[in-house]
């Protein structure tokens, strides 16, 4: 929308009888609203479309509160998280006709490699530093991964 036309709009709300105002272009939505002692308040509301794929932006609506999700780490005390040492592609078998090495639910100990991250050409065995349950994989095979990224939640025993 353009900042002009928002100008214009703003302005004809102060100047004129009307106490709110609502316009929509495309997946925008603007509402101006007054009080007969205040100046006019402006609020922006992307509009919900199921139907398109997202651009990948997020909207700014001030007016909604954002609280932080509660991580399975902070909910649970004995997982640890293996994260990566490197950036580099992620892949849990030692070749791709190869069996995973470990699964969920997989009992591992400190030293057992848990998966490799391909860095230039260098297959990188990442090992685990303790002993315990894989309860989780947070990342899928063949995917990059940076540095220390969480790789694995293990349960301590």
Not at 39 to 58: E, I, K, N, T, W
Not at 104 to 125: H, P, Q, R, T, Y
Request: charged share 20%; net charge negative; hydrophobic share 40%.
């Amino acid at each position: 929308m353009d900042l002009n036309l928002l100008k214009k709009l703003i302005k004809m709300v102060e100047q004129s009888e009307i106490t709110e105002f609502t316009v929509q272009e495309g997946e925008l939505k603007v509402k101006i609203s007054k009080n007969s002692n205040q100046a006019p308040q402006v609020h922006f509301q992307p509009v919900a479309d199921y139907g398109r794929q997202s651009s990948g932006l997020q909207q700014f609506n001030p007016s909604v509160e954002q609280k932080p999700i509660a991580t399975t780490e902070q909910t649970k005390s004995n997982l640890h998280e293996i994260k990566s040492p490197i950036v580099g592609t992620f892949y849990r078998a030692p070749a791709p006709d190869a069996d995973p090495y470990i699964q969920v639910g997989d009992m591992v100990s400190a030293g057992s490699v848990l998966c490799i991250v391909e860095a230039m050409k260098l297959m990188n065995e990442i090992e685990s530093d303790i002993n315990g349950k894989v309860v989780k994989i947070l990342v899928e095979n063949a995917t990059p991964v940076e540095y220390n990224q969480p790789l694995f939640l293990i349960e301590t025993v």
